[in-house]
């Protein structure tokens, strides 16, 4: 009977996956994106941080040198695959930029230094006169592309955008058309007020923290520290508002963005006022490197993201940190 159970629990294994592989409904994202006001504000900034699917093939067709299309999912995923069959594909010639390439390996959320990440960036096609395009999951992952869209920002390149929608909105748009490949000439020219370090936030709480906005993208519960994913401490840095960035999406389903007057109120409730210097983090820089760009689209200015984020804040054991519920 012993030697019996090993088969057992295999066989009650392989039967429970076939039954999830074809049996259960899987669970297609069923966008219906409109073209919600993506170019809704007067600010400069804020033009083309995200662009529709429509103004991605107008690029592929109509761009002197094409399109540089950057993929910023993570490995690919037969299990999300399946379960989200859009996460399946991927826009022709497009390069993978997941977020871990260009991090420093144990420090996990940490750029690494700008050399490296430019020579990574030309790798995958990256030109200083091109227009990239960064996709990924939208909604359903963890707003991968907006970090490798703040990654790039942040090093000056000048016509990147995020793609409306991600993977999703192109495979339902039957478009065709493909980025362009060879070896980029990125060279970059990082604008230091776009990142944030522990030391910078640190500061600016110990100044008072009147002219910071910190704007922490995790869930309520990572926020408390009653959700922790393998970080040093639970909590959140004192005086940070909890804004989880999936709640930048409007709550139909859609996959749309709220509309920008209703977020720009919403962090008006929140306490950002004119002149303050915005700061987003979460775990690893990820989620809130899509919260930067949703910064940028809503026409703010002085916005940065902290790459190293949690990860790197709690294991700094001599910095504070508040488990207040509330905003602290
Ligand atoms: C345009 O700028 C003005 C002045 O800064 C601001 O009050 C207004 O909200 C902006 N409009 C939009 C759509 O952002
Ligand atoms: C980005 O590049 C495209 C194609 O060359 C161009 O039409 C567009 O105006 C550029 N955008 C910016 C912000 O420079
Ligand atoms: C951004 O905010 C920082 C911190 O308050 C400040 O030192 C800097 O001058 C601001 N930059 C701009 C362009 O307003």
Redesign the pocket.
Known sequence: MFQCWPVLVVAVGVTALVYWYDVLPKDDPDYDLQEVVLQSTNSSESAGVFITVEELHELMVNSPKGVTVLDARNKYNPIVARSKPGAGKSIPGSHRASWGMFTVSGSRGDLKPIPDVEAIFRDLSVYNDVPVVVYGSWKEEWGEEGRIYWQLDYLGHKNVSILYGGIFSWDESGLDGKGIGGKGDFVASPNP?KISSADEIAD?IDAGGD??FLLDARTKTEFDGSTQYNVARGGHIPGAVSFHWKEVFAGDGSGNLKDPDVLRARLDELGLRD???IAAYCTGGVRSGFFYAVFKWLGY??VSNYPGSWWDWASRTELPISTFAGHS
């Open positions: 007020e600016l002219d910071l002149g303050m210097k200015s002085n």
